[in-house]
């Protein structure tokens, strides 16, 4: 009998590594939040796209990603009837989109082939855990049943759908159903931190204010009162989450879009805008700079102008291709999606 350890990166892998539970380990590398993310009922394809986006952000070439993907699923499909996969992720939005793909690719194995999957109830971040600390969490491991399996594929194909309105209406199903909000609340619950996450994707819409996503806000925001270095900026930002989800490159390329635009949102304080360094380039003279706000970022602050109507958008979330002509805005008072169109 094998188990397998599933996880969300290599700091966990490494926490993980040193707590000497039995069995093997596995990073499920991905930041579903940012970029194109199709349905996976194609593996080929799902691959393939994911390794384009990555390698149109400098962040790992296109080859080395779909290699690096390949491998990774080969390894969960090894898992096999007799065999135990342990879910180890965290409450935040990174990991519940890691841990619902996960869920719906073991779902769609017929049930005499899927493994035992249990999931070790962590309300907390893993990488900073100390190595004693996770042998209690996997004694407490709780298994999953098929109604959680049916909410996470649910979830997922709604995240992956092209258009948002399913992820609403399963989000809002998911509260309903799962009334615990963390682990330690009720001993049966499996996916406690899953609704949060997916009202944070859902966030991520521009909003019905100023055109502005959840993250863009908090970045203005941390800026009204005036130029920070990017790394302090970075740390505000954070500071704004309930879990931190958001990685230093993802963040950089945000704050990228805010700037490298026809009406510039943030620049350097000589005025010049922010370009997101390529990850196998020295990073740190980009992390030491001060940005600012400009006079139209304080009116996108104060909702007295729009992003969206004044310099356009283009970008993925999840499988949602938002375009000027076709996008969706997120109404944050009434918590609904509104269609909008240039």
Same mark, same amino acid.
């Given at each position: 009998?094998?188990?397998?350890?599933?996880?969300?990166?290599?700091?966990?892998?490494?926490?993980?590594?040193?707590?000497?539970?039995?069995? !093997?380990?596995?990073?499920?590398?991905?930041?579903?939040?940012?970029?194109?993310?199709?349905?996976?009922?194609?593996?080929?394809?799902?691959?393939?796209?994911?390794?384009?986006?990555?390698?149109?952000?400098?962040?790992?070439?296109?080859?080395?990603?779909?290699?690096?993907?390949?491998?990774? !699923?080969?390894?969960?499909?090894?898992?096999?009837?007799? !065999?135990?996969?342990?879910?180890?992720?965290?409450?935040?939005?990174? !990991?519940?989109?890691?841990?619902?793909?996960?869920?719906?690719?073991?779902?769609? %194995?017929? =049930?005499? /082939?899927?493994?035992?999957?249990?999931?070790?109830?962590?309300?907390?971040?893993?990488?900073?855990?100390?190595?004693?600390?996770?042998?209690?969490?996997?004694?407490?491991?709780?298994?999953?049943?098929?109604?959680?399996?049916?909410?996470?594929?649910?979830? +997922? @194909?709604?995240?992956?759908? /092209?258009?948002?309105?399913?992820?609403?209406?399963?989000?809002?199903?998911?509260?309903?159903?799962?009334?615990?909000?963390?682990?330690?609340?009720?001993?049966?619950?499996? $996916?406690? &931190?899953?609704?949060?996450?997916?009202? %944070?994707?859902?966030?991520?819409?521009?909003?019905?204010?100023?055109?502005?996503?959840?993250?863009?806000?908090?970045?203005? /925001?941390?800026?009204?009162?005036?130029?920070?270095?990017?790394?302090? $900026?970075?740390?505000?930002?954070?500071?704004?989450?309930?879990?931190?989800?958001?990685? @230093? +490159?993802?963040?950089?390329?945000?704050?990228?879009? =805010?700037?490298?635009?026809?009406?510039?949102?943030?620049? &350097?304080?000589?005025?010049?805008?922010?370009?997101?360094? *390529?990850?196998?380039?020295?990073?740190?003279?980009?992390? /030491?700079?001060?940005?600012? *706000?400009?006079?139209?970022?304080?009116?996108?602050?104060?909702?007295?102008?729009?992003?969206?109507?004044?310099?356009?958008?283009?970008?993925?979330?999840?499988?949602?291709?938002?375009?000027?002509?076709? &996008?969706?805005? +997120?109404?944050?008072? &009434?918590?609904?999606?509104?269609?909008?169109?240039?």
């Amino acid at each position: 009998m094998l188990t397998l350890h599933l996880t969300n990166g290599d700091h966990a892998v490494t926490a993980l590594a040193r707590s000497g539970l039995p069995g !093997d380990l596995l990073s499920w590398r991905d930041m579903l939040h940012d970029g194109p993310v199709p349905s996976d009922h194609d593996l080929a394809a799902f691959r393939r796209v994911r390794g384009e986006f990555l390698a149109s952000r400098g962040w790992q070439s296109q080859s080395s990603a779909v290699a690096d993907f390949a491998e990774r !699923d080969a390894r969960l499909d090894g898992v096999g009837a007799t !065999d135990e996969l342990v879910l180890w992720f965290e409450p935040d939005l990174f !990991d519940q989109l890691q841990l619902i793909q996960v869920m719906a690719r073991v779902a769609r %194995r017929p =049930l005499d /082939e899927r493994p035992t999957v249990t999931i070790a109830p962590a309300d907390c971040f893993l990488g900073p855990l100390q190595p004693e600390k996770f042998v209690p969490l996997y004694d407490a491991r709780r298994k999953v049943t098929a109604g959680d399996f049916a909410l996470a594929s649910a979830a +997922w @194909d709604a995240f992956t759908a /092209e258009t948002p309105e399913a992820l609403l209406a399963v989000t809002d199903r998911i509260d309903r159903e799962v009334r615990a909000r963390a682990y330690a609340y009720d001993d049966a619950v499996r $996916l406690p &931190h899953l609704a949060p996450a997916l009202r %944070r994707q859902l966030e991520e819409y521009p909003d019905t204010q100023a055109g502005l996503s959840r993250c863009e806000r908090q970045l203005c /925001e941390a800026l009204s009162p005036g130029a920070l270095p990017l790394a302090k $900026l970075f740390a505000a930002h954070q500071s704004a989450e309930s879990w931190v989800w958001l990685g @230093d +490159w993802s963040f950089a390329w945000y704050v990228q879009r =805010l700037s490298d635009c026809a009406h510039p949102l943030v620049t &350097h304080v000589n005025g010049s805008r922010v370009i997101a360094p *390529l990850r196998d380039t020295d990073g740190k003279a980009f992390w /030491e700079r001060t940005v600012q *706000l400009t006079p139209l970022g304080q009116d996108m602050v104060r909702d007295r102008a729009d992003f969206v109507k004044v310099n356009g958008i283009d970008r993925w979330i999840g499988g949602v291709y938002n375009t000027t002509s076709r &996008h969706w805005r +997120w109404d944050p008072h &009434h918590y609904r999606l509104i269609p909008s169109s240039a």
